[in-house]
């Protein structure tokens, strides 16, 4: 009967191993395929459920290992892609959220650093121009306010020196022009008052000597007249 065999010359039927199976009336028991398993006596083999795998002549199935996934009947299983993971038993590969990336055949994602950002599903983190900045794990750049600057892959901006000033999403800070000045931090430069003058980048107007005197926004003093 099914599940059983019977070897040539033999009288009795025998329990077709755990891995095998037979229909009916066989002299010998055959071997289930790779995707699928048998116990002990079957008359067919059963489906190895999805995140797991067998091999030619299972017994039972094998889960997946993290970082890899299976579909139902499955022979083996497959690596995750780069920008997504997996947990052990996985029918399939989870995205790695925004501000995380992961190598093919992952177990979990791995944290984008300062000055880096990823979207979902990235397979490594992009760094940020200049002009923005980012903290760790983050999803996009902050762009730098006006009065601060940086570089490529900054983790904050930098404040700009006395005599500069800078637009929003700078990547410099820009001289004031004469006749001009700042502070630190500036997001523009301020005109110097009358009676006083400045050179390019000055962080103060200069007061005029005594018998000089200037218009606002003067870069040099004149004699009074």
């Known amino acids: 009967?099914?599940?059983?065999?019977?070897?040539?010359?033999?009288?009795?039927?025998?329990?077709?191993?755990?891995?095998?199976?037979?229909?009916?009336?066989?002299?010998?028991?055959?071997?289930?395929?790779?995707?699928?398993?048998?116990?002990?006596?079957?008359?067919?083999?059963?489906?190895?459920?999805?995140?797991?795998?067998?091999?030619?002549?299972?017994?039972?199935?094998?889960?997946?290992?993290?970082?890899?996934f299976s579909l139902n009947s499955a022979a083996s299983c497959d690596v995750c892609p780069a920008g997504k993971y997996s947990e052990k038993g996985s029918y399939t590969c989870s995205p790695c959220p925004p501000g995380t990336y992961s190598p093919a055949g992952s177990t979990k994602c791995l944290e984008c650093k300062q000055g880096y950002y990823s979207l979902q599903g990235a397979d490594k983190c992009t760094i940020c121009p200049s002009g923005t900045y980012s903290f760790a794990v983050s999803a996009s750049c902050n762009k730098c306010r006006p009065g601060t600057y940086s570089g490529l892959g900054a983790a904050t901006c930098t404040q700009c020196p006395p005599g500069s000033y800078s637009n929003e999403n700078a990547a410099i800070c820009t001289k004031c022009p004469a006749g001009y000045y700042s502070f630190g931090g500036a997001g523009s430069c301020s005109l110097c008052p009358a009676g006083t003058y400045s050179n390019i980048g000055a962080g103060v107007c200069t007061r005029c000597p005594t018998g000089l005197t200037s218009k606002a926004g003067a870069s040099t003093c004149v004699l009074i007249s």
């Open 1 to 68: 009967q099914p599940g059983q065999y019977s070897p040539a010359g033999s009288s009795k039927c025998y329990l077709c191993p755990a891995g095998q199976y037979s229909l009916s009336d066989l002299s010998k028991c055959d071997y289930c395929p790779a995707g699928k398993y048998s116990s002990e006596g079957s008359a067919n083999c059963l489906n190895c459920r999805a995140g797991t795998y067998s091999l030619k002549g299972a017994s039972t199935c094998i889960e997946c290992p993290g970082g890899r």
